[in-house]
């Protein structure tokens, strides 16, 4: 079994700034947030999952249930007091897992998490509030999976990050 991908992941979660988190509130933490959605509807709709949307466990939707002792491996995940990030942290994780073992829906979408992951590393947060979604001091409806999943791709390179609303 290769863990390559799951090694590396952990790695990166343990080097996330965690005293940085939620602090930085720019605009383009909306396209991160975007591409995620618009990668998870896509995912959904593929494999016709019946599973939340957009923010979810992917291993889980496929059924995957073992304990990979994130939490010991990642010891400040256990410490984070925003669900969100802790869980999304762990879902991260488990789908490397998925991609390193050879599971085909994990290695098609191999960087489904990538947005979410580039959104805490740069100390980013999403908040939730009447339906919509709100970061970098943009609203966004959550639209359905269908239409998400229709939607072009956002660039989330460094360059492509840097132009909505010109900021880091």
Same mark, same amino acid.
């Given at each position: 079994? #290769?863990?390559?991908?799951?090694?590396?992941?952990?790695?990166?979660?343990?080097? =996330?700034?965690?005293?940085?988190?939620?602090? /930085?509130? /720019?605009?383009?933490?909306?396209?991160?947030? +975007?591409?995620?959605?618009?990668?998870?509807?896509?995912?959904?709709? $593929?494999?016709?999952?019946? $599973?939340?949307?957009?923010?979810?466990?992917?291993?889980?939707? @496929?059924?995957?249930?073992?304990?990979?002792?994130? @939490? /010991?491996? %990642?010891?400040?995940?256990? *410490?984070?007091?925003?669900?969100?990030?802790? /869980?999304? %942290?762990?879902?991260?994780?488990?789908?490397? !897992? @998925?991609?390193?073992?050879?599971?085909?829906?994990?290695?098609?979408?191999?960087?489904?998490?990538?947005?979410?992951?580039?959104?805490?590393?740069?100390?980013? $947060? &999403?908040?939730?509030?009447?339906?919509? &979604?709100?970061?970098?001091? !943009?609203?966004?409806?959550?639209?359905?999976? *269908?239409?998400?999943?229709? +939607?072009?791709? =956002?660039?989330?390179?460094?360059?492509?990050?840097? $132009?909505?609303? #010109?900021? #880091?």
């Amino acid at each position: 079994m #290769n863990r390559y991908r799951f090694n590396e992941g952990i790695k990166r979660i343990n080097n =996330i700034n965690w005293g940085l988190s939620g602090s /930085v509130d /720019v605009p383009s933490n909306m396209a991160l947030i +975007q591409e995620y959605i618009r990668r998870a509807a896509l995912f959904i709709k $593929t494999y016709d999952l019946k $599973t939340p949307y957009p923010f979810f466990k992917a291993a889980n939707a @496929l059924g995957f249930e073992d304990d990979l002792g994130i @939490l /010991v491996l %990642c010891p400040h995940l256990k *410490d984070l007091k925003n669900a969100f990030m802790r /869980v999304t %942290c762990e879902a991260y994780l488990e789908w490397l !897992y @998925l991609v390193d073992n050879g599971n085909e829906p994990a290695i098609k979408f191999h960087d489904l998490y990538e947005p979410l992951i580039l959104l805490i590393e740069r100390g980013g $947060t &999403i908040r939730r509030h009447h339906g919509d &979604i709100i970061a970098g001091g !943009y609203a966004f409806p959550l639209a359905n999976a *269908d239409y998400m999943s229709k +939607q072009a791709p =956002i660039d989330i390179s460094d360059e492509g990050l840097k $132009t909505w609303g #010109n900021n #880091n």
